[in-house]
């Protein structure tokens, strides 16, 4: 792509599980590392490519996996949101 040119609609444009993928892959790829699998629920997030390599670097920095800082991030506004109009009960809600 000729950097001169607009981006398209889909350029320029990463799911932060991407990111994570071939952040997990790199991982991987170290001698002697174990990951232990997860059966958590996954949630994909569309967002550019700058808010995604400034996440990054915010996670490293406080030592913290994209995903872990991710799931910190919700369950702080989950608090906040909470202590504001009080707790939110799950079974009133209609699931999906």
């Known amino acids: 792509m000729h950097p001169q040119q607009p981006l398209g609609p889909r350029q320029g444009v990463y799911t932060l599980s991407t990111l994570i993928l ?5 991982t991987l790829s170290i001698p002697n590392f174990k ?7 996954i949630i994909a997030v569309r967002t550019t490519n700058n808010i995604i390599e400034k996440f990054n670097i915010i996670c490293q920095e406080e030592h913290r996996s994209m ?19 009080g707790e939110i009960k799950l079974d009133d809600m209609q699931q999906c």
């Open 35 to 41: 990951i232990m699998p997860s059966k958590k629920p």
């Open 67 to 85: 995903s872990n800082y991710a799931e910190k991030l919700i369950i702080d506004a989950i608090k906040s949101h909470e202590s504001k109009h």
């Open 22 to 26: 071939y952040k997990s892959i790199y």
